[in-house]
T-cell receptor
Framework: DQQVKQNSPSLSVQEGRISILNCDYT??????FLWYKKYPAEGPTFLIS?????DKNEDGRFTVFLNKSAKHLSLHIVPSQPGDSAVYFC?????????????FGQGTILTVHP | DSGVTQTPKHLITATGQRVTLRCSPR?????VYWYQQSLDQGLQFLIQ???????AKGNILERFSAQQFPDLHSELNLSSLELGDSALYFC???????????????FGEGSWLTVV
């Protein structure tokens, strides 16, 4: 049972434009969400997170939006840069006794063309 | 650089053998996590330790075990290795539950295990 889903395996964007990566979840116990960026054979790098008490969090070029009623979150990158090309993972955490157990989506490969 | 250190970076071993993967968390982090990334399963949570005690368990096989030592470093032991255990094993760390940053988990570079 895939509790966190990234339905788009890949996304191609032109440099300078906006990249929007989407993530859906099914477990209503999830209360904290994170986005990670990953290059092949390297560890995931933390990008940005959001708590379920918020609906938006910004950090520089990265903004995460959370729609709890739709169980949907998205990561906006603007402007996109070629160095952003990587695999992006959405992850969710239920807190409490499940704290630390991140459930990851399958990832979306972002390619930013110069 | 996340500050999480893992050794070895690469390891090739035969089926039936036993290996130990080592992890040093970020300075000040009390929680250590182990994750497995395989081609067919993606990133999967294995186990978490907090200040030396097991805190949460995921889909970790009985052939696998882990521990966290008083100096907070952790080891993941994989025994009776099978071909299907070939994967990238990540260690991660975080401050602690309840801390404002406690829910952010930082990953190491991974240990690539190949079982032949």
């Amino acid at each position: 049972d895939q509790q966190v889903k990234q339905n788009s395996p890949s996304l191609s964007v032109q440099e300078g434009r906006i990249s929007i990566l989407n993530c859906d979840y099914t477990n209503s116990m999830f209360d904290y969400f994170l986005w990670y960026k990953k290059y092949p054979a390297e560890g995931p790098t933390f990008l940005i997170s959001i708590s379920s008490i918020k609906d938006k969090n910004e950090d520089g070029r990265f903004t995460v939006f959370l729609n709890k009623s739709a169980k949907h979150l998205s990561l906006h990158i603007v402007p996109s840069q070629p160095g952003d090309s990587a695999v992006y993972f959405c992850a969710a955490n239920a807190g409490g006794t499940s704290y630390g157990k991140l459930t990851f989506g399958q990832g979306t490969i972002l390619t930013v063309h110069p | 650089d996340s500050g999480v250190t893992q050794t070895p970076k690469h390891l090739i071993t035969a089926t039936g053998q036993r290996v130990t993967l080592r992890c040093s968390p970020r300075s000040g982090d009390l929680s250590v996590y182990w994750y497995q990334q395989s081609l067919d399963q993606g990133l999967q949570f294995l186990i978490q330790y907090y200040n030396g005690e097991e805190r949460a368990k995921g889909n970790i096989l009985e052939r696998f075990s882990a521990q966290q030592f008083p100096d907070l470093h952790s080891e993941l032991n994989l025994s009776s290795l099978e071909l299907g255990d070939s994967a990238l094993y990540f260690c991660a760390s975080s401050v602690a539950p309840g801390h404002p940053s406690g829910n952010t988990i930082y990953f190491g570079e991974g240990s690539w295990l190949t079982v032949v």
